[in-house]
């Protein structure tokens, strides 16, 4: 199979080579570049927890000056790859089953109502923490870390595999990741060609922009890696 990856970098390389290993040839065209925001200000008081909902984010967090007093509380992640990105500093980390709605109703069960919670994030996020945990009594904090930009294009490299129909299939990770593919596709006048194309996305919401372009997508069971790639065997 020939799969497009189009994740940041440098977790794009990481799946191309495990496709790769998998027997699959894989092709990255990387659609958004992570920027972390130096200038980013922790909100003032104490916490009970904090929270991550993606790997980008671990990562930051790990190179940020407020980590040492952060890292006494209990971290709660999204799913298993950010848990396993997170700062070492955390010792009590716990997993949610893979996607925000997951992370709040662990967040739910293990956090008591008063309790102050700390979202580390980035500028545009899948889960609103603070509107799913409010009515249980949890205050969410906000704390934007870093930010994704769109691709302005296509790589030529993927120009010329879409239209020679060497792309089989392509992976999808995020609806902005997706989005910013339909419309860059839509941009360079190749948008039709992409519906020879089998995307596979990790949720509904990933695959909605996919959708609305005419593609065919099909959705993981579980919003994961491994998740998509079970979907490759079927």
Known sequence: MRVLVTRPLPDAWATAERLRGAGHEAMVDSLLAVEALAGAELPPGRFDAVALTSVNGARALGARPELQALAGLPLYAVGRRTAAAAPDAFAD??????????????????????????????????????????????????????????????????????????????????????????????????????????HLCFSANVAAPLAAAGWPTRIAAAPTEDGLFALLVR
């Not at 980390?93 to 979202?119: F, H, K, M, S």
């Not at 949890?138 to 994704?148: D, N, P």
């Open 93 to 198: 980390v716990r997993i949610a089953g893979g996607d925000g709605a997951a992370l709040a109703t662990l967040l739910r069960a293990e956090l008591p109502r008063g309790a102050r919670l700390l979202y580390v994030a980035g500028a545009d996020r899948a889960v609103d923490l603070g509107a799913e945990l409010v009515a249980d009594g949890i205050s969410t904090e906000l704390f934007v870390i870093y930010r994704t930009v769109p691709a302005t294009r296509l790589s030529m490299e993927t120009m010329v595999a879409v239209q020679e129909g060497r792309i089989d299939t392509a992976f999808h990770f995020s609806p902005r990741t997706a989005a910013t593919l339909a419309a860059r596709a839509q941009e360079a006048g190749v948008s039709a060609l992409f519906r020879h194309v089998e």
